[in-house]
């Protein structure tokens, strides 16, 4: 009698655990406690293994309907494609690519997102208007930039982005002993050259188990110098020194 419901139970209890999905540890909602000595051991071999954190990197970006985005070095559109939902048919997500043969192969691909404007740029510029952008995106891409070139390409996005705009990096969390290999950004390197061109980290994150870290950069005309502390006796007439006698 009681068996039915037994077994009912126990394989739906199967089912979530093999189904679940895995957590995402060390994501700026979770605690950094350090659980077991393996948390930050890359998990698998792809060349992206962020791309498993996307819904995460999506819920960071909040992107919104109207949106323009400029996903530099956009590859094959894959990151395009998954802003193209948020910003909807009213925003614009500029897929740029200084290979032609890309840009041709991602022209056919989103024939039916109008959204989604791949275009051929040079290697030192987006060629976008000044003020156009809502957000910058790279994604393994920031590395290719040219070689001392990477301070001018962020001082030609501060004026591209709009001053609520953003700017964020997807990179290899190289130099490090965390990844292997030149294809990527010493995170203190990012950070110094991102302060040189006028932005402010407001989010640096190791994405846990990727070896990738994800930087989020704002304009730095956003933090408006701090005010003077005016001091406590300010205002009150500073007391004269008696005079001395018999000098
Ligand atoms: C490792 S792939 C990353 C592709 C894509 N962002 C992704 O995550 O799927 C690097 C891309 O950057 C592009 N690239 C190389 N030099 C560039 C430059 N100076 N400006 C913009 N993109 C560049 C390459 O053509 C290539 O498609």
Partial sequence: ???????????????????????????????????????HHRQGGSSYPYRAKSDYVLKELDLQAGDVVVDV???DGWWAEKFAKPVGKSGVVHAAEV??????????????????????????????????????????????????????????????????????????????????????TRLSRLVRQAEEAAWVPVRLELMTGTYHYIAILAQQELFPPEQKKKKKNSGKPKPTPAPLENP
Avoid: W
């Avoid at 290979?99 to 404007?117: G, L, N, W």
């Avoid at 987006?126 to 001392?148: I, M, R, V, W």
């Fill in 73 to 75: 070095g956009t590859g």
């Fill in 1 to 39: 009698m009681y068996q039915v419901p037994r077994l009912l139970i126990l394989s739906i209890l199967i089912a979530s655990l093999t189904f679940a999905q895995p957590r995402t540890l060390g994501e700026s909602h979770l605690s950094t406690r350090i659980s077991d000595l393996k948390q």
């Fill in 99 to 184: 290979v032609e043969k890309k840009v041709d192969q991602m022209k056919k691909r989103f024939a039916k997102t109008p959204q989604i404007k791949p275009y051929l740029i040079k290697p030192d510029s987006t060629g976008l208007p000044e003020n156009s952008c809502d957000l910058a995106f790279f994604s393994q891409s920031y590395h290719h930039l040219n070689k001392n070139g990477h301070v001018d390409y962020l001082k030609h996005l501060h004026k591209v982005v709009k001053p609520t705009g953003r700017v964020v990096i997807i990179e290899k969390y190289t130099e490090t002993g965390l990844g292997e290999g030149t294809h990527g």
